[in-house]
């Protein structure tokens, strides 16, 4: 959107960005980390070792997702989105 043949057909990008959260527990947030492409694209064994990473990582930070039954946390999101229409 920034070469002179787009600025030229189209108007300038409008942006939008919403923060949002939702409740997670560790294995809701393993499995939003495993669903993006690239973490599966990895092998068993590199996945299984992001796994072990991710979940001493979350709970250094969050100890009560291993003390408390049916404890969450607060999973961040941002969500982007633009529009634009030809001129």
């Known amino acids: 959107w920034t070469t002179a043949t787009a600025k030229e057909a189209f108007a300038p990008l409008a942006h939008v960005q919403v ?42 930070a969050h100890p009560q997702l291993a003390e408390q039954a049916g404890a969450s946390v607060a999973y961040p999101y941002h969500t982007d989105g633009y529009i634009t229409h030809k001129l």
């Open 19 to 60: 923060a949002w959260s939702m409740p997670a527990d560790l294995k809701t947030i393993w499995e939003r980390i495993k669903s993006k492409s690239y973490i599966s694209l990895l092998d068993d064994a590199r996945r299984e070792a992001l796994q072990a990473k991710v979940t001493a990582l979350a709970l250094e």
